[in-house]
């Protein structure tokens, strides 16, 4: 177990609608960042928190954002969903010591989205 | 677009062999990482690589490190049967936020 925690843990949703998918960092960990995984695929960077700013973003739309708090725990929200958003959602969090990360980077279980 | 390609794709062995998975990459990297994951759930960390380092061993696995040709190798020994998941590769290319970089993964499948 890596003491990150994600929620939910499956999600259907419709087009056009609107999603927020949480994530719990590991003890600790003052970094952390999200990856889209679609079926048969590898994860794709998607953003990165440090701090609660965002430190770098894959090429993912506007309608893609996120939020780090003060207990450094994160929320990934999705606009306007489209049906190719369905994927595997995985938030991993790391110790950042100056912007950004050169360790290992700790993954939780996932979410898995839907979208019909 | 993704930076480590994993080679084979799939592999299928019997328990108590050796399996062998291969990961190019294209750019420089700060250290290369292999994860697990089992059936679509959460990626586990195996092991950490850095560019300076050339092999590195935990336990039943072994990873080679080739930055002249920009390739990883993953090694399980004595496999077992629940050692049969989806291997990846993930690159750390540094700038500001060391994001990860994943190939595609191989599927080792091991026989009891």
């Known amino acids: 177990e890596t003491g990150v925690t994600q929620s939910p843990t499956h999600l259907i949703k419709t087009r056009g609608q609107q999603v927020t998918l949480r994530c719990s960092s590991q003890s600790g960990h003052n970094t952390v960042s999200w990856y889209q995984q679609a079926l048969g695929q590898g994860p794709q960077f998607i953003f990165q928190y440090y701090r609660e700013e965002e430190n770098g973003r894959g090429n993912f739309p506007p309608r893609f954002s996120g939020l780090q708090f003060p207990n450094y725990s994160s929320e990934l929200n999705v606009n306007a969903l489209e049906l190719d958003d369905s994927a595997l959602y995985l938030c991993?969090?790391?110790?950042?010591?100056?912007?950004?990360?050169?360790?290992?980077?700790?993954f939780g279980p996932g979410t898995r989205l839907l979208v019909l | 677009s993704q930076q480590g390609e994993e080679d084979p794709q799939a592999l299928s062995i019997q328990e108590g062999e050796n399996a062998t998975m291969n990961c190019s990459y294209k750019?420089?990297?700060?250290?290369l990482q292999w994860y697990r994951q089992n059936s679509g759930r959460g990626l586990v960390h195996l092991i950490l690589?850095?560019?300076?380092?050339r092999e590195k061993h935990s336990g039943r696995l072994r990873v080679t490190l080739d930055t002249s040709k920009k390739s990883s190798s993953l090694l399980i020994t004595a496999s077992r049967a629940a050692d049969t998941a989806s291997y990846f590769c993930?690159?750390?290319?540094?700038?500001?936020?060391?994001?990860?970089?994943f190939g595609k993964g191989t599927l080792l499948t091991v026989n009891p």
């Open positions: 690589i850095r560019s300076n380092e």
């Open positions: 993930a690159t750390d290319g540094g700038g500001s936020n060391y994001k990860l970089t």
């Open positions: 991993a969090s790391s110790f950042g010591a100056s912007g950004g990360t050169k360790e290992t980077q700790y």
């Open positions: 750019t420089s990297i700060n250290n």
